[in-house]
C-alpha cells in the first residue's frame, strides 16, 4: 500500500464554480433547446454525432452532453483559473491506472488531435475540456437504499480506495490534499466570527493529529449516490474531478453524510451495512466516531469557506431571478453551516484522537 504527498501547486476545493463564471455560460443558454454557445465551440474538437450537443448542468463545471454514434458521452470544461492543467491531468492518469482495475470509472475519450485534454478559450476564459464515455445504469434514491445496497456501496468505495492506495506517486502527484484546502479556507473564512475561525484551527489541529495515525491517502471526495451508476448489482463510478489527498475515512463521512440526515433507525442500520461493506474490502481500518465527527465539521468549513468565493457578483450588478434564487439558498446553507460549525465546537465531541 503505496501513500501519497501532494506537490501540487493548483487550486483546492470547488463545491461550485463562482456565480460570475456561471452566469457567462448560463445566461447564453438557450432554454428551448438547450444549447448553448460554450459547448458548441468544444464539441467539433471530437468526432460527434452532429446536432447531439445540449447543455446538461452547471456545478464546480460545466456538462454538456454530446452523443458519439449514439451513444451518450458527457463534456466536462473546466476554468484553467479554477483547475490547473496539472491537476486535470494527474485526474486523467488516475481514470487511466482505474481501466480494468476491479473497479469501473469513466474513462476519458481522445479527441480528434489525439489528445485526452482540449485547452482553449471562450469569452476571454481558458477552459480544460475533456469527453468522458457514458457509463450504463440509473442513480438509485439514496433517501430509499436497502441495507444490501448500503452494504454494495461501502464495498465498492473500500475496492475504489484499495486500487487507489496502489498507485505510484507519479500517478497522483498535482492532486490538492488537505492542507491545501486548509490554506484557502483560512484565506475564504478571515472574515468570519472569531468562533468560526477558532473552530477552523481546532480542526486543523485534530486533522494534523489524525494524519499522523492514518497517513493521507487518494480519496475519491465525492462518493454519493449522484457519482455512482448502478446496473443491477454492478457500480460505475463518475466524476473524479474533486479527487485529492486526505485520510481516507473522510471518503466514508463525505459519502455517507445525506444518510445522517435522518435519525430514524433505518438510517442507522443503512450507515453501519455501509461500513461493514467497507470493512469488507478496503485496505484502511474504519474511522473511528471521533474521527468521523471531525470530518463532519472539515467538510462544513469546506463549505462555509466556499460559498465566500463563489458569491461573487457586485453587490449593485442586477440579478435574474435565478442568481437571486441561488444567492438566497447560499446564505441560508451559510447560517445553517454557521450554527452548526458553533454547535459542534461547543460541543466538544471529537477532541481525543
Request: glycine share 4%.
Amino acid at each position: 500500500m503505496e501513500m501519497h504527498e501532494s506537490n501540487s501547486k493548483g487550486s483546492a476545493y470547488l463545491p461550485m464554480m463562482k456565480l460570475s463564471r456561471i452566469s457567462k455560460i448560463r445566461n447564453l443558454i438557450d432554454e428551448k433547446t438547450w444549447k448553448g454557445p460554450i459547448g458548441e465551440q468544444f464539441a467539433p474538437l471530437w468526432r460527434h454525432d452532429s446536432g447531439s450537443v445540449y447543455f446538461w448542468r452547471l456545478s464546480s463545471n460545466a456538462i454538456f452532453i454530446a452523443n458519439v454514434d449514439g451513444k451518450r458521452h458527457f463534456l466536462r470544461l473546466n476554468l484553467a483559473e479554477e483547475r490547473s492543467l496539472p491537476e486535470v491531468e494527474a485526474e486523467i492518469r488516475i481514470l487511466l491506472a482505474l481501466n480494468g482495475s476491479s473497479v469501473r470509472a469513466a474513462q476519458p475519450v481522445p479527441s480528434l488531435a489525439g489528445r485526452l485534454i482540449e485547452t482553449a478559450e471562450w469569452q476571454g476564459d481558458l477552459y480544460h475540456a475533456v469527453l468522458f464515455e457514458g457509463m450504463p445504469g440509473e442513480h438509485p434514491d439514496d433517501e430509499n437504499l436497502t441495507e444490501a445496497q448500503c452494504l454494495r456501496w461501502g464495498e465498492e468505495l473500500g475496492r475504489l480506495h484499495k486500487e487507489l492506495a496502489a498507485m505510484p506517486s507519479a500517478t497522483v502527484n498535482g492532486r490538492g490534499d488537505w492542507s491545501l484546502d486548509l490554506a484557502n479556507m483560512r484565506k475564504l473564512l478571515f472574515r468570519e466570527s472569531a468562533a468560526i475561525r477558532g473552530a477552523l484551527d481546532a480542526a486543523a489541529s485534530e486533522m494534523e493529529q489524525v494524519c499522523r495515525i492514518r497517513p493521507a491517502a487518494l480519496i475519491h471526495f465525492d462518493f454519493e449516490m449522484d457519482n455512482l451508476l448502478w446496473q443491477d448489482t454492478s457500480v460505475s463510478i463518475i466524476d473524479f474531478d474533486d479527487c485529492r489527498i486526505y485520510p481516507p475515512g473522510a471518503d466514508i463521512e463525505y459519502a455517507i453524510r445525506s444518510l445522517r440526515k435522518s435519525d430514524t433507525l433505518d438510517a442507522s442500520q443503512q450507515i453501519q451495512a455501509f461500513l461493514d461493506g467497507y470493512s469488507a474490502a478496503s485496505p484502511f481500518p474504519l474511522p473511528s466516531k471521533q474521527e468521523l465527527a471531525l470530518f463532519r465539521q472539515w467538510h462544513r468549513l469546506y463549505l462555509l469557506a466556499a460559498s465566500h468565493r463563489e458569491m461573487d457578483l457586485p453587490a449593485d450588478k442586477p440579478r435574474v431571478s435565478w442568481q437571486s434564487s441561488l444567492e438566497l439558498k447560499f446564505a441560508e446553507l451559510a447560517q445553517k453551516l454557521r450554527s452548526e460549525i458553533v454547535n459542534d465546537a461547543a460541543s466538544a465531541n471529537h477532541k481525543t484522537f
